[in-house]
């Protein structure tokens, strides 16, 4: 079983119109609701792709009510933790400029947390874990590296935070971690804009714990770093018309594929062609899609110096 973890789940209400004006009465011109969060955004690709899971985290109030029977319409299976709190709504206003206004965590109880690590007691080390997306307010940084430390030896945890989180998940040795080049440079306080710069930091987190390092560059390409070597692949060629969920997209694909095939460099080149899928499309990739994509995505060995 695919387990993914999203401790700070959102109903994202989406508003969209010709041009906000602050201080006066806006008419949208469509609204679109969904279940938001990193990992439900990875149970939902799943899906598409073919592969079942189980999503796990906080949810609460009515909005947690709306995330849960979304996702079953969807057949994606749920086990939360319900808190006593609203999940938090987050209203992203699409108009001439993109604006985002993210609401407040529930507050996340001690009971809360001891009943979420109490599930975990059903993972094997035959399953594959994903944890994914921020924390919600008041949550020990280093709690996704107390999760991760609950699983059976064996286990594949799949990670994709960002910051002080991250770091502390390093420290438990997962099995992949999916920063972008940016989160990347966050991690050394560093700049970064080629795949050199991208390897040898990538190279440090492996040297950290992570036993692989999956760094994704926009449209200069994705980065794969393992302990026997380091590897590129190339974008598909495409128009971006939507980059929520392609990052997400990217750790469903390379899941889906890995489980098939047990072969992380096949699954690096599927993973990166159902992020791109999804950025192609209004909506999340569809599995023809990404096997389309995946025929024209060429992986090859990185070379210092030989971008």
Known sequence: MIYTVTLNPSLDYI?????????????????????????????????????????????????????????????????????????????????????????????????????????????????????????????EPSFYRELIELVPDGTKVIVDTKGVPLNQAILAKPFLIKPNHHELADLFNVEIDNSEDAE??????????????????AGDGALLVTASGSYLCNVPKGTVVNSVGAGDSVVAGFVANYLQSSNIIEAFQYGVAAGSASAFSMEFCKKNEVEELFKTIQVREFEKGGE
């Open 200 to 217: 040898k930091y990538a190279r440090k987190l492996v040297g950290a714990g992570a036993e692989n390092v999956l760094v994704s560059m």
């Open 15 to 139: 508003v969209g119109l010709e041009d906000l004006e602050l201080g006066k009465v806006n008419r949208s011109e469509d609204t679109a609701t969904f279940p938001g969060g990193k990992g439900i955004n990875v149970s939902r690709v799943l899906k598409r792709l073919g592969q079942p899971s189980c999503a796990l985290g906080f949810t609460g109030g009515f909005t947690g009510d709306f995330i849960k029977s979304a996702l079953e319409k969807e057949e994606v299976h749920t086990d939360f933790v319900k808190v006593d709190g609203d999940t938090r709504i987050n209203v992203k206003i699409k108009s001439g400029h993109e604006t985002e206004i993210n609401g407040p965590s529930p507050e996340i109880k001690a009971e809360h947390l001891n009943l979420l690590k109490n599930k975990f007691n059903a993972i094997t080390h035959d399953d594959v874990v994903v944890v994914a997306g921020s924390l919600p307010e008041k949550l």
